[in-house]
């Protein structure tokens, strides 16, 4: 009987999101009255946001069953961290099936194979040319050192991270879903809300027009990373003091991002923001996933951009390369990098730049070099590029 009401139950809840949905679309699409949306705004920025973000699933014996695949494989395998690159790629990248979404451990949710994730992560860990110049280093995780520190790992140590990691990745399937569907037109499966009732309430939302120009976090709430390696925890500093209205110290975010002089990781960067902020609330952005974007589009990813900064009302965690081609402040090419990514404006002559605090600043660990402000109006498509430039091309959502 307690089946049967369950069933019967999401059942009503699919078909009521479903009626929603058509009388959604059905409905045209007016302006919040908070907005002040100019009378000429372009076509590509009155399109809708359809849909808010959703909470967390439950996990299902099929996505245990996964989790346990993939953690047990990754206990049968061992390799010594002094091998080649490629091997150790090819035993840290290992993959799990959510409900017809891939994730991938320390990469996040992708379209790639396993096999194409790996050979990736192998070539970006590769020996580089000796004419290249290594980039100053501000705090990202370079591939070698982030397959190295899982191998590194005691085996129940690995095992507890991995399975960590996994289970909060299938919780969050629904909202990678629904990215996907509403972002690049993937359309959802027919079952969607009878699987994930809690996302349900994403049919439900009145669609709002984004306004040409859209920002959050105070200006006041900033501060450059204290050590060279600090951009993680700098990041994290200032997306949690906006939520907390309070500061913590950049020390303390280090530690519970487990950073290292090596750097943080992209995963500890979306696991800290979901435990440590509100950010993730079904009102706002939901659980932060980490969201591999080299199938993006410009196009898509600034629709990303513009839905989580403006439906969601929630910072990005932006992970781009720092090289001077994209970063005209910067006096030096630099490693992989955070930032948080808080507004967007297309301007009248239809330039569109995002907004972000940068946490390097070169000139605290190099008084030679030009001073780099915190709040940043840059070129999105410059930030894109960086975007993809970088080897995990991926960003916390």
């Not at 699933?57 to 390799?79: F, K, L, N, S």
């Not at 970006?124 to 990202?140: L, N, V, Y």
């Not at 037109?185 to 079952?191: A, I, Q, S, T, Y």
Request: hydrophobic letters at 35%.
């Amino acid at each position: 009987m307690l089946h049967g009401s369950i069933s019967r139950r999401r059942r009503n809840i699919a078909v009521a999101a479903g009626a929603l949905t058509l009388l959604v679309a059905g409905t045209p699409f007016l302006p919040d009255r908070s907005e002040r949306t100019p009378t000429a705004t372009p076509a590509s920025e009155v399109e809708p946001a359809l849909s808010g973000a959703t909470g967390p699933g439950v996990i299902t014996p099929e996505m245990q069953a996964e989790i346990e695949r993939v953690v047990a494989e990754g206990a049968r395998t061992t390799v010594d961290v002094r091998a080649s690159a490629y091997d150790l790629a090819a035993a840290s990248t290992r993959c799990a099936v959510f409900d017809g979404q891939r994730y991938c451990l320390g990469l996040g949710w992708t379209q790639k194979t396993q096999a194409e994730a790996a050979a990736g992560l192998a070539t970006a860990a590769g020996p580089t040319t000796p004419t290249r110049t290594t980039p100053e280093q501000t705090g990202d995780l370079d591939p070698m050192t982030s397959i190295r520190q899982r191998a590194e790992l005691a085996p129940k140590a690995r095992a507890k991270a991995e399975r960590a990691e996994l289970t909060a990745a299938a919780r969050s399937v629904a909202k990678v879903w629904l990215i996907r569907h509403e972002i690049q037109g993937v359309p959802l499966p027919d079952n969607f809300y009878e699987l994930h009732p809690e996302a349900a309430v994403s049919a439900r939302l009145k669609p709002r027009k984004h306004p040409r120009k859209f920002r959050i976090l105070s200006e006041k709430q900033v501060r450059p990373q204290q050590e060279y390696y600090w951009c993680g925890p700098s990041t994290v500093q200032m997306i949690a003091w906006g939520w907390r209205d309070r500061r913590q110290g950049q020390a303390l975010w280090a530690d519970r991002l487990h950073t290292t002089t090596a750097g943080t990781g992209i995963t500890e960067m979306v696991r800290v923001v979901n435990h440590n902020t509100g950010y993730d609330n079904s009102d706002r952005a939901g659980p932060y996933v980490v969201l591999d974007i080299s199938d993006f589009t410009y196009e898509q990813w600034w629709r990303l951009m513009k839905k989580h900064i403006h439906t969601y009302k929630a910072p990005v965690v932006l992970h781009p390369v720092l090289l001077k081609q994209y970063f005209p402040y910067l006096d030096d090419d630099a490693s992989g990098h955070f930032q948080v990514g808080r507004g967007y404006h297309r301007t009248r002559d239809g330039q569109k730049l995002l907004g972000y605090f940068e946490p390097w600043d070169q000139s605290r660990f190099d008084p030679t070099e030009p001073r780099i402000a915190r709040t940043q109006w840059q070129s999105a498509y410059k930030s894109f590029r960086a975007n993809q430039a970088h080897f995990q091309h991926n960003v916390g959502v």
